[in-house]
């Protein structure tokens, strides 16, 4: 019997051995806006003429590619004209890069 306390105090020790561990709660994800919603730190690029036009609706087509309002494909195909007005507004033809970014709102939907 005098082992008795000894081996009490064994499987005290022992059990305590085998407790979980509580681990931190998973970090929250990040803030996101809901699909479909433009987030709430999209800003729209400044700039006048051409220039100001290219870089604003090139915003555009990315924030609807990123909530989802286009496809890959049709973003690519808008962006490329995009890039051919950029060229165009950085050769110094102002009224032909305008000119190009209404006709392709035009052809893809978008406002004027």
Same mark, same amino acid.
């Given at each position: 019997?005098?082992?008795?306390?000894?081996?009490?105090?064994?499987?005290?020790?022992?059990?305590?051995?085998?407790?979980?561990?509580?681990?931190?709660?998973? &970090?929250p994800p990040p803030a996101q806006a809901a699909?479909?919603?433009?987030?709430?730190t999209f800003s729209m690029p400044t700039g006048?003429?051409?220039?100001?036009?290219?870089?604003?609706?090139?915003?555009?087509?990315?924030?609807?590619?990123?909530?989802?309002?286009?496809?890959?494909?049709?973003?690519?195909?808008?962006?490329?004209?995009? &890039?051919?007005?950029?060229?165009?507004?950085?050769?110094?033809?102002?009224?032909?890069?305008?000119?190009?970014i209404r006709a392709t709102k035009a052809r893809?939907?978008?406002?004027?």
């Amino acid at each position: 019997m005098r082992h008795l306390p000894v081996l009490a105090l064994a499987a005290v020790l022992l059990s305590a051995c085998q407790t979980p561990t509580a681990s931190p709660p998973p &970090a929250p994800p990040p803030a996101q806006a809901a699909p479909g919603v433009t987030p709430s730190t999209f800003s729209m690029p400044t700039g006048s003429g051409c220039s100001g036009e290219v870089e604003r609706f090139q915003a555009v087509i990315d924030n609807d590619l990123a909530t989802g309002h286009t496809t890959k494909s049709v973003h690519s195909r808008v962006s490329g004209e995009i &890039a051919r007005a950029r060229t165009s507004c950085s050769s110094g033809n102002e009224a032909g890069a305008i000119g190009q970014i209404r006709a392709t709102k035009a052809r893809f939907g978008y406002p004027g």
